[in-house]
């Protein structure tokens, strides 16, 4: 149907634009005599498609105008809900809660958005004097009123009397502290509506926003990771860290941040809740005195923990169940900055009142939307944080892999910039609600392990567990090993494993420091079969691997007292993987020049010759070793332990 590809086109071009629509905000819809297709709760504009509207019958929406419901707002809400239902074609799709609006608009599109440039305007204290002046006295203004039925009846009083005055229908319907709704016969007459809209915001703006690059944060890896663990007595949550030059014109200056203290918009309030947590305390040891003392006092007070904190040095911090809410927080928190900023064109900003607040916060309506945002996996590894060295490729990223199935933040850390950015992005479309970053790794580099490990905090708040696994293998006998590449195994495979504790282990101090007494953090190295017992003409690898074991039992005595356990797992031979079957390079082409394997003629000579070897006679494979990382994570009665999985190979006396 023609119309409604219009519908979505129209929908995606506004949705996929952050200027309009944030967490999937807005409502479009389209209708003719009979039916209204509207946007369901839960769908998001950018990417909606058909599957995403929900349609009704207009005659049973009609009556809904004229029908007296109950005066007691809870069962009044109720009641609307279930004659929507009623209306309802799709019975598997729950309509916006706008679906009202949208019907009684008498033209064929509707489109309605929470754009920051209008909320500057409509959440300011000059709304409706402005409004007038930029757009004429026949701009059609809705003073601030509950969501619902009862700004539904707010809405159509308001067009009947500009019907009534100017005998025509209204193209855009301006709702302080809310939005807009633009409607239309065609989506390219309410593109020229919202474009000429937005033109002649522009033009009354009188400071812009401050640039978006992004800030340092004031040793973020010293402070985030402790309020992580302070906020996580329920559970584990996920903080995200985000700076600019926005935020720090709020962080900074304490005056600045009363103009963010109250919400703005319904949408503000879904994501955010009403209360924040604003920190200006110039040292990481006092801002954790005042983060130990407020956090607590807040959860009581409000029955919930904080979703924002806005620390001074740091910027701002959302607090949420999962990485995908994180976002969401510092997308619609950030945004109401903006509001605030360029609200100072119009007279300053003008904040919801506390009724206003209360109402929202307790709307059955806007705990849906709140409970449809909050995507749980309830994986094995659910909310945790997880590095993991050298996963771009190979038994790294198949780990990765494994471990983002169950529900864990992934930091995918490796110096191949290219390949890792492309599994991160082929590892999101695993995602619930749970994130993969990459970040450039050197592991011989303490430096590049420092940034690391703040890129991980700033993304997810924590590290719970550091996998290192990152390892080179370069087969030779005395006779072919050269000093150079002996020193290139050892400074990956054993230098690059404590430089790694030396730096991580700092961070799980800090979170185990102010952890429940049940929460233990993780170190684990991938190890080897080849630290268990000598390799033939492979001793560069062996001997590296056979000191890892001996780094794992000496990192895991002197970390214990913290909670953090240290263990290795020694896989077998992962023979599918590029490290052993690379055509170029993989081992089993340098074993068979390097002549490891007597009479060996070809490739599959050699591979043959190991299986062979293996009691279970296969290979091991990375959901075999997630299954020991996920072991070592659950339990807490073992540490410096080397856990072999390799098919019976090598067998542990």
């Keep these: 149907m023609k119309e409604i590809e219009q519908l979505i086109e129209i929908s995606q071009f506004y949705g996929r634009d952050s200027r309009y629509v944030i967490a999937g905000g807005g409502n479009t819809s389209y209708k003719n005599a009979d039916r209204i297709w509207v946007k369901a709760s839960g769908a998001s504009l950018a990417t909606i498609t058909e599957e995403g509207f929900a349609v009704l019958d207009r005659t049973k929406l009609r009556p809904m105008s004229e029908k007296k419901y109950s005066d007691d707002v809870a069962r009044r809400e109720e009641e609307v809900k279930n004659d929507l239902a009623a209306a309802t074609l799709t019975k598997d799709k729950r309509p916006s809660v706008e679906t009202s609006m949208h019907n009684i608009i008498e033209y064929a599109y509707v489109v309605h958005l929470h754009p920051t440039l209008v909320n500057a305007l409509m959440c300011s204290q000059q709304a409706?004097?402005?409004?007038?002046?930029?757009?004429?006295?026949?701009?059609?203004?809705?003073?601030?009123?509950?969501?619902?039925?009862?700004?539904?009846?707010?809405?159509?009083?308001?067009?009947?009397?500009?019907?009534?005055?100017?005998?025509?229908?209204?193209?855009?319907?301006?709702?302080?502290?809310?939005?807009?709704?633009?409607?239309?016969?065609?989506?390219?007459?309410?593109?020229n509506i919202y474009s000429d809209i937005f033109g002649t915001l522009e033009k009354s703006i009188h400071k812009t926003l401050p640039s978006d690059e992004t800030l340092p944060s004031r040793d973020v890896e010293k402070v985030i990771p402790a309020v992580r663990m302070m906020l996580?007595?329920?559970?584990?949550?996920?903080?995200?860290?985000?700076?600019?030059?926005?935020?720090e014109f709020f962080s900074e200056n304490v005056e600045n941040r009363q103009l963010i203290a109250k919400p703005f918009t319904p949408d503000e309030i879904v994501y955010c809740k009403s209360n924040y947590l604003f920190f200006d305390s110039d040292s990481e040891e006092t801002l954790l005195r005042e983060a130990g003392e407020q956090i607590p006092i807040f959860i009581e007070k409000y029955g919930y923990h904080p979703h924002v904190l806005l620390m001074k040095g740091i910027g701002l911090v959302a607090v949420g169940l999962?990485?995908?809410?994180?976002?969401?927080?510092?997308?619609?928190?950030?945004?109401?900055?903006?509001?605030?900023?360029?609200a100072q064109s119009f007279g300053g900003a003008h904040p919801m009142t506390q009724t206003q607040i209360d109402f929202i916060d307790h709307w059955e309506v806007e705990n849906y939307r709140r409970s449809v945002s909050t995507a749980t996996s309830n994986g094995r590894a659910e909310n945790k944080t997880?590095?993991?060295?050298?996963?771009?490729?190979?038994?790294?990223?198949?780990?990765?892999?494994?471990?983002?199935?169950?529900?864990?933040?992934?930091?995918?850390?490796?110096?191949?910039?290219?390949?890792?950015?492309?599994?991160?992005?082929?590892?999101?479309?695993?995602?619930?609600?749970?994130?993969?970053?990459?970040?450039?790794t050197d592991v011989t580099n303490i430096s590049s392990l420092e940034r690391l490990v703040q890129d991980a905090v700033c993304s997810f708040g924590a590290i719970d567990c550091y996998i290192s696994n990152a390892g080179v293998l370069r087969a030779g006998g005395l006779d072919e090993m050269t000093p150079k590449m002996f020193d290139f195994v050892t400074r990956i495979n054993y230098y690059g494993y404590f430089y790694g504790v030396k730096?991580?282990?700092?961070?799980?101090?800090?979170?185990?420091?102010?952890?429940?007494?049940?929460?233990?953090?993780?170190?684990?190295?991938?190890?080897?079969?080849?630290?268990?017992?000598?390799?033939?003409?492979?001793?560069?690898?062996?001997?590296?691997?056979?000191?890892g074991i001996g780094l794992t039992q000496s990192f895991a005595l002197e970390l214990a007292p913290f909670r953090i356990k240290v263990n290795s797992i020694c896989p077998g031979n992962f023979y599918e993987g590029p490290l052993w079957s690379?055509?170029?390079?993989?081992?089993?082409?340098?074993?068979?020049?390097?002549?490891?394997?007597?009479?060996?003629?070809?490739?599959?000579?050699?591979?043959?010759?190991?299986?062979?070897?293996?009691?279970m006679k296969k290979g091991c494979t990375p959901a075999d070793v997630t299954k020991g990382v996920l072991y070592l994570m659950e339990q807490c009665g073992e540490t410096g332990q080397a856990l072999p999985i390799t098919g019976g190979q090598v067998m542990l006396s």
């Design 232 to 247: 996580s007595s329920g559970g584990l949550k996920t903080l995200k860290v985000r700076n600019n030059a926005l935020i």
């Design 503 to 547: 730096v991580v282990s700092r961070i799980l101090k800090l979170q185990t420091r102010f952890a429940p007494k049940d929460y233990y953090a993780d170190i684990i190295q991938i190890n080897s079969k080849s630290g268990l017992r000598g390799s033939k003409a492979n001793f560069a690898y062996a001997g590296g691997k056979f000191g």
């Design 322 to 342: 999962n990485a995908r809410q994180c976002e969401t927080i510092l997308d619609v928190f950030e945004d109401a900055m903006k509001v605030a900023y360029l």
């Design 128 to 191: 409706e004097s402005d409004l007038k002046k930029l757009f004429g006295e026949k701009a059609l203004y809705v003073e601030y009123t509950d969501p619902g039925y009862v700004l539904f009846k707010k809405v159509e009083e308001k067009i009947k009397a500009f019907r009534a005055a100017y005998n025509e229908e209204p193209h855009v319907i301006w709702l302080q502290n809310h939005g807009i709704f633009v409607a239309a016969d065609t989506i390219e007459e309410i593109r």
């Design 582 to 615: 690379n055509p170029e390079n993989g081992l089993f082409l340098q074993y068979l020049q390097a002549g490891k394997v007597p009479g060996a003629k070809t490739i599959e000579d050699v591979r043959e010759y190991y299986l062979s070897q293996v009691p």
């Design 386 to 440: 997880i590095v993991i060295t050298g996963a771009a490729q190979g038994f790294g990223e198949g780990i990765a892999r494994c471990l983002v199935k169950e529900g864990a933040n992934i930091v995918v850390a490796d110096l191949n910039e290219e390949t890792g950015r492309k599994t991160a992005g082929e590892l999101n479309t695993l995602c619930n609600g749970n994130r993969v970053v990459f970040v450039k």
